[in-house]
């Protein structure tokens, strides 16, 4: 995310809660020094075990945003979270630092952040995994946005017909255009 975009999103009365990648060293940098020299102003710890993962979350907010360069617009905190675990037998163990416009707890944050990949990872696991978006062979122009778009919204008109198993919605229509297109009256 650039600065411009960061600007862009504040001038329009919105705030943000960006991660920090690896084309921004200098920012990722300072974010991690800050965590290591500073108390943070708010921290929580989470564990969550499943079938197959263990981690734990540790979400750190720092306000002291002296150093960060100004031209990040609307900068009001720096969240570093660290997730230690296993997943499948293997340990992991990552950081992921953000910057955002807005003053939260690390709760609020923690909440915020789960809550974000929960949505991409609920679309796009479907995507690519039950429609085989990964799969297809469209590859020019448009197309593969047009698809994109089409398995996106169809989707949508299964979850808000009731499916919440895509494969067993597919498995169940897929023969039967009077029941299709009930979906979409």
Request: glycine residues 4%; charged residues 25%.
């Amino acid at each position: 995310m650039s600065k411009k975009t960061c600007q862009i999103i504040i001038e329009s009365g919105n705030d943000y809660v960006i991660a920090v990648k690896d084309n921004q060293p200098k920012l990722h940098s300072h974010i991690q020094r800050i965590a290591a020299t500073r108390k943070p102003t708010s921290r929580v710890v989470e564990t969550e075990k499943t079938r197959d993962r263990c981690t734990t979350r540790t979400v750190e907010v720092f306000h002291d945003i002296n150093g960060i360069d100004p031209s990040w617009t609307g900068i009001k905190s720096l969240v570093r979270v660290e997730r230690i675990g296993t997943r499948n037998a293997k340990k992991y163990h990552e950081i992921v630092c953000y910057i955002s416009s807005l003053i939260a707890s690390a709760k609020e944050f923690a909440l915020g952040i789960r809550g974000h990949w929960g949505i991409e990872n609920r679309l796009h696991w479907v995507k690519d995994v039950v429609l085989k978006e990964d799969c297809s062979t469209i590859r020019l122009g448009n197309a593969p946005a047009n698809l994109s778009i089409i398995r996106a919204i169809a989707l949508n008109i299964l979850r808000r017909n009731g499916h919440t198993s895509i494969t067993i919605a597919q498995r169940f229509l897929s023969h039967d255009i009077d029941k299709l297109l009930a979906l979409v009256e």
